[in-house]
């Protein structure tokens, strides 16, 4: 079945740039919209963005300034970059799959597919 | 954004319990919510799309109702693997958003 695994460095530097890659195996990137996610340490998961395989992208508001989605579909993979990084970033960070099912009141979203995350700490 | 509140935060229950979680919308979001498992060190599993359809390969206990702002999560004879954190997410406007989870322990 499909898999996604997350890579890059687990320590990053304040002010510095944060760079993951996601790796999906067992199917094609094409198709589907390729989604960041963190979870900061003992809270809630927050929505970073999207890449669609074509190469559009959707960010949070709240890190927008920040935040760079791209993909390589040579590769099969998807790549985050954050700048700028303060300890408020330090969070496990997950790659998903966004899918959708269509039903007669029009699609459903929702993500199916999930790496195990890696986490990401930003100090000195 | 779409604030999403669960509760409750915590949940102590027994096996073969019956338990419901609930998730409110500070806005409507029609049937455009997810629920999730997530246990430590784990990546989280999608259990419910559409505030009410299975997933694959999820069992049976589990259950989802709602529309609009208020949502339910219910598990019918908890299992000892059900113990987890759940959360909800709504995928109606972006930014997408979570609730903040709920903890559910063994009693």
């Known amino acids: 079945q499909l898999q996604l695994q997350e890579s890059g460095p687990g320590l990053v530097r304040p002010s510095e740039t944060l760079s993951l890659t996601c790796t999906v195996s067992?199917?094609?990137?094409?198709?589907?919209?390729w989604t960041w996610v963190r979870q900061s340490p003992g809270k809630g998961l927050e929505w970073i963005g999207y890449i669609y395989y074509s190469g559009s992208t959707n960010y949070n508001p709240s890190l927008k300034s920040r935040v760079t989605i791209s993909v390589d579909r040579s590769r099969n993979q998807f790549f985050l970059r954050l700048t700028s990084v303060t300890a408020a970033d330090t969070a496990i960070y997950y790659c998903?799959?966004?899918?959708?099912?269509?039903?007669?009141?029009?699609?459903?979203?929702?993500?199916?597919?999930w790496g195990r995350g890696t986490l990401v700490t930003v100090s000195s | 954004d779409i604030q999403l509140t669960q509760s409750p935060s915590f949940l102590s229950a027994s096996i073969g319990d019956r338990v419901t979680i609930t998730c409110r919308a500070s806005?409507?979001?029609?049937?455009?919510l997810a629920w999730y498992q997530q246990k430590p060190g784990m990546a989280p599993k999608l259990l419910i799309y559409g505030a009410a359809t299975l997933q694959n390969g999820v069992p049976s206990r589990f259950s989802g109702s709602g529309s609009g702002t208020e949502f339910s999560l219910t598990i019918s004879g908890l299992q000892p693997e059900d113990f987890a954190t759940y959360s909800c997410?709504?995928?109606?406007?972006?930014?997408?958003?979570f609730g903040q989870g709920t903890k559910l322990e063994i009693k």
């Open positions: 998903a799959r966004e899918a959708n099912f269509y039903e007669s009141a029009g699609p459903l979203y929702y993500f199916d597919y």
């Open positions: 806005q409507g979001v029609n049937s455009h």
């Open positions: 997410q709504q995928l109606s406007n972006y930014p997408y958003t």
């Open positions: 067992n199917g094609s990137i094409s198709s589907y919209y």
